[in-house]
């Protein structure tokens, strides 16, 4: 580890942290490293190729990059007030300048038990005693739960009793060394999620399902009277395997005698379990605050328990109440850091973390560790937090509660690996083999990895241990983590049923929170399948939900799925507020994964609106967040997004690069609800560079999957895009019956616009077959509370059926309409077909010049752009332009290849089209043989595939020609 001190300013190359006047300041990853480069090459002057290939050697980025951390990074070290730490050498790259004090010390392992810097000696001492004690007694600590005691009185003002009373007794007896006690925190879900009642014990089957719950072997509850100043405290001390009473203790006394009362009932239990010793480890806690100050005491005990029943609004009030009487108590700032992270306010959670660990010197060493570990995760510091665990989990080696927070722990910070290695300790664990928590990490772990299928097999053994267990929450928490998995594997009915199931159950458990993340995932999964309408409805439920109970963390997320149903209905303005309000939700609680998400779906919008720059902006930034993760799902949505920025840029070859590598991710990390979204890009790019057998594979596997995972939006997209191809290739009646199913798929998510262009094309296929009807398609046209006006792809049909009727002026206001619509969308693929048919009905119209107009702004897009498919269309169109102008021989060698070409490529369709235009050309030409080999080929061709029209087109070969 290497201390770098630079002004006010401390840099630690191990940790990444950057402090000024001892106050840690948020460096994005990529800007730590990029610092941390700097400062170990110190007075050499860095090439930017250099900086680049030390800071994102792992992906291809441009030097855009670069100049936007530098910049964050010059802001944070507030270069411009304080003085200049970074020189800029204009064409040779930059310079760290600034004075710089180094201090270098042993690299330490990571997570190792002593690397607390405040109690690295006591903590060893403690520790080598510890695996002394160990080592000489292999026998497993005996394990109690401690359940608050029942007030008998009733009275309001007493109920604190009962909650001191177990805290006291469970930290007395926390320090005898053969005695393991169950946390509070889980004693009391225990009877929240098993529905115990209140009573001093409990009956046999009760004490079994509790054994199986806790994993304890005994139970101790109670009750206690309050008359005037005395005090009577009653005890039943049961084992958990018969449910038997091993032993009962009353006291009674003044009530100012209360701590002594306790403690002896906690002398009774321990002298009963042949326990009388001390280890040193002092936590009597609430005692040491009960007898300083006893009006905080009260409230930080009613907080207490507010807090374990998930009452985190009333649990600060009371922690306020409490803290205000005693300001400088590092146990009630971290319990409302605690209840604030709970609610997702991160800066209040931050602000209450940092005094707590200004006093938390005056703390035993396992509370203070606990409260540091708040803290940590308070702001992130998962590493830490981590570190803190682990000592605790390696002094305490028989209590999971560590080894979990380890685990999660590891899991937040990205070390899947070592989480793992963790879990599996865990899993030899006599107390703990059956845990449902375990396989519910492994779920959690699985979902960062982006390994669908593994996060669906430990979510559901999750789910099947905690039925067995009776842990609820735990069951819900898995359900909704199998349905995440389920609707990335395409598996949507199972997605729908394990959210409506986890809903259920958060209901029974009065879980708020809980309730709203089971509708966000049922309004995920309606997303999934293209029902906006019922997405909507759950997205504004959990809103609603989640801004009642003043709940910030997960907010974002609802936000953001606002943001998508609005940009699928093509409100980008307000999809773009909306992406815009999740982003900062996102950053408030620090969780860069949502931020990622929502710097993605940005870049979408300025895609939308040809911001392209912007958007390659967002989509870097997003991709540097999703690697300091490791979330390759996330890496999966950068990719495939710069693929779409390509195909809307005119650039479908690096769209293809991109499409590639985003299939690749894919396949090989079973990302399977994404592959149909990226097999058909894949397969319409491919199209595009006149792969057409690969294209056709493509979209075909796209189809059957979107199909089989119940995804009919992308359904009817990919059966669209098939049919245009096969009516290309002369599969007319495949053709038909695709764009009939695309109407379909698109009819079941109430998508009616992109139903009639199915629709539309399907009579394309009858038109271009002699199957036409007049009177059909002129009902379709209007139908009620249709605008044919604002459907641009009905309005290009149309035209080129006006054209072919000679309503030559209708097809150009048609298209110039269809134009209109389009550039809109500020798609160029999109754009370059539709100005063909405008340059087409302008031909047909007779305005040669405004055609030629229109055939130069195309042009400068095809040059631009390199779209191969159409650029062949164009050439027809160019010969026809040729034709009308009279330079008829410039126009004819080009054909006769054109036609070979569109051989080759299968695009029979178009060839028909080429050739009838070729023989047109060599019969004014006197070319008569060219005619009739022209003529030849397109009766093979229309006879083959039953072009009818087309067909009636071919001409004779004769010296004269009607235009």
């Not at 309004?523 to 997205?539: L, P, R």
Request: aromatic letters at 8%; one cysteine or more.
């Amino acid at each position: 580890m290497t201390i770098f001190r630079f002004k006010d300013f401390q840099f630690d190359d191990q940790s990444n942290q950057l402090t000024h006047k001892l106050h840690e300041l948020h460096l994005q990853p990529k800007a730590a490293q990029l610092l941390a480069f700097f400062l170990n090459h110190r007075g050499e002057i860095l090439a930017k190729e250099t900086l680049l290939e030390a800071v994102w050697s792992e992906t291809a980025v441009t030097e855009h990059v670069l100049f936007q951390c530098l910049k964050k990074l010059r802001a944070v070290l507030k270069q411009d007030e304080d003085g200049t730490f970074i020189k800029t050498y204009p064409g040779q790259g930059y310079q760290w300048v600034h004075d710089t004090v180094i201090d270098t010390a042993k690299k330490r392992r990571p997570y190792q038990a002593i690397v607390l810097s405040g109690v690295a000696v006591v903590l060893s001492l403690i520790l080598i005693v510890r695996l002394q004690k160990d080592s000489d007694q292999t026998v497993t600590r005996q394990s109690i739960a401690v359940a608050d005691f029942k007030d008998l009185s009733a009275n309001a003002d007493q109920e604190w009793y009962g909650i001191a009373i177990a805290e006291i007794l469970r930290a007395d007896l926390a320090s005898k060394p053969s005695l393991r006690l169950i946390s509070g925190e889980s004693t009391a879900r225990a009877g929240r999620e098993l529905g115990l009642s209140q009573s001093d014990s409990h009956a046999p089957e009760t004490m079994q399902v509790i054994r199986n719950y806790l994993g304890n072997d005994y139970w101790i509850g109670g009750s206690y009277l309050v008359e005037g100043d005395r005090l009577r405290l009653n005890l039943i001390f049961q084992e958990t395997q018969k449910g038997s009473v091993v032993f009962s203790a009353s006291k009674t006394g003044a009530t100012s005698e209360f701590l002594s009362l306790v403690n002896d009932i906690a002398n009774a239990v321990a002298k009963q379990m042949g326990e009388t010793g001390d280890d040193g480890l002092e936590e009597v806690l609430v005692a040491d605050i009960l007898q300083a100050n006893p009006e905080a005491a009260r409230s930080y005990l009613l907080g207490l328990r507010s807090l374990r029943r998930q009452a985190y609004r009333e649990s600060i009030a009371y922690f306020e109440l409490a803290l205000a009487s005693d300001p400088n108590s590092s146990l009630i700032l971290s319990r409302l850091a605690q209840a604030w992270t709970h609610l997702g306010y991160i800066p209040k959670a931050q602000q209450y973390a940092k005094q707590a660990l200004a006093h938390a010197q005056e703390l035993p060493v396992t509370e203070k560790l606990i409260v540091q570990a708040v803290a940590d995760k308070s702001f992130h510091h998962w590493a830490v937090a981590a570190g803190r665990y682990q000592t605790l989990f390696t002094l305490y080696p028989d209590e999971p509660e560590y080894g979990l927070m380890l685990a999660e722990s590891l899991i937040e910070d990205g070390v899947h690996d070592r989480a793992i290695i963790v879990l599996d300790q865990l899993s030899r664990h006599a107390g703990i083999v059956s845990d449902p928590r375990i396989a519910l990490l492994r779920a959690r772990a699985a979902r960062l990895q982006a390994t669908p299928s593994v996060m669906v097999e430990n979510a559901s053994k999750a789910i099947e241990q905690a039925k067995v267990q009776g842990s609820i929450s735990v069951e819900a928490e898995a359900l909704l983590l199998n349905c995440e998995g389920q609707r990335r594997l395409g598996n949507l009915k199972d997605a729908f049923e394990a959210a409506e199931k986890a809903r259920v159950l958060y209901v029974s458990l009065d879980d708020q929170h809980g309730f709203a993340e089971s509708l966000l995932q049922t309004g995920n999964t309606h997303m999934q399948t293209g029902q906006y309408d019922e997405a909507e409805a759950s997205y504004k439920r959990a809103r609603e939900v989640k801004e009642s109970i003043g709940q910030k963390n997960g907010l974002g997320s609802v936000l953001n799925n606002l943001g998508a149903i609005a940009y699928h209905r093509g409100q980008l303005d307000q999809a773009h507020e909306f992406f815009s309000s999740a982003k900062e939700a996102f950053e408030f609680v620090d969780d860069k994964k949502r931020t990622a998400n929502a710097l993605i779906n940005l870049g979408i919008i300025q895609v939308a609106n040809a911001n392209f720059d912007t958007a390659f902006d967002h989509y870097q930034n997003a991709d540097v967040l999703y690697r300091s993760i490791g979330n390759v799902d996330g890496q999966y949505r950068v990719v495939h997004s710069l693929a779409t920025l390509f195909h809307s840029k005119g650039d479908p070859q690096s769209a293809l690069s991109q499409l590639e590598r985003a299939v690749d991710l894919v396949r090989e990390n079973h990302l399977n609800a994404e592959l149909t979204r990226t097999l058909l890009n894949y397969g319409m790019t491919q199209r595009q560079l006149l792969d057409l057998g690969g294209a056709r594979n493509s979209l075909a596997e796209a189809v059957s999957l979107a199909i089989s995972q119940g995804q009919s939006r992308l359904a009817g997209a990919s059966q669209f895009r098939l049919g245009e191809l096969l009516l290309h290739f002369g599969d007319h009646e495949k053709a038909a019956s695709t764009f009939i199913a695309a109407a379909q798929s698109y009819r079941e998510v109430d998508d009616e616009p992109s139903a009639r262009m199915c629709l539309a094309w399907r009579y394309i296929v009858n038109w271009e077959t002699g199957s036409f009807e007049s009177d059909s398609w002129n009902e379709f046209l209007h139908q009620p509370d249709v605008d044919i006006q604002q459907e641009a792809d009905v309005l290009i049909i149309l035209a080129r059926m006006e054209i072919e009727d000679g309503n030559s002026a209708s097809a150009v206001k048609h298209m110039q309409t269809a134009l209109q619509l389009v550039l809109k969308k500020h798609d160029k693929h999109h754009e370059i077909t539709t100005r063909r048919w405008l340059v087409e009905a302008l031909i047909s119209d007779h305005q040669i010049d405004e055609a030629l107009i229109e055939y130069e702004s195309a042009s400068v897009i095809l040059n631009k752009a390199n779209f191969p498919f159409e650029a062949l269309m164009y050439q027809i169109t160019e010969a026809k332009l040729l034709r009308r102008q009279d330079n008829v021989s410039a126009a004819i060698r080009p054909l006769e290849t054109l036609c070979h070409q569109l051989a080759d490529s299968g695009l029979y369709l178009l060839e028909i089209e080429a050739q009838i235009l070729r023989a047109r050309i060599a019969c004014e030409i006197n070319q008569l043989a060219d005619c009739e080999r022209a003529n030849k080929r397109s009766f093979e061709l229309t006879n083959k595939f039953g072009f009818t029209r087309l067909a009636n087109q071919i001409p004779r070969c004769e010296q004269t020609l009607i235009p």
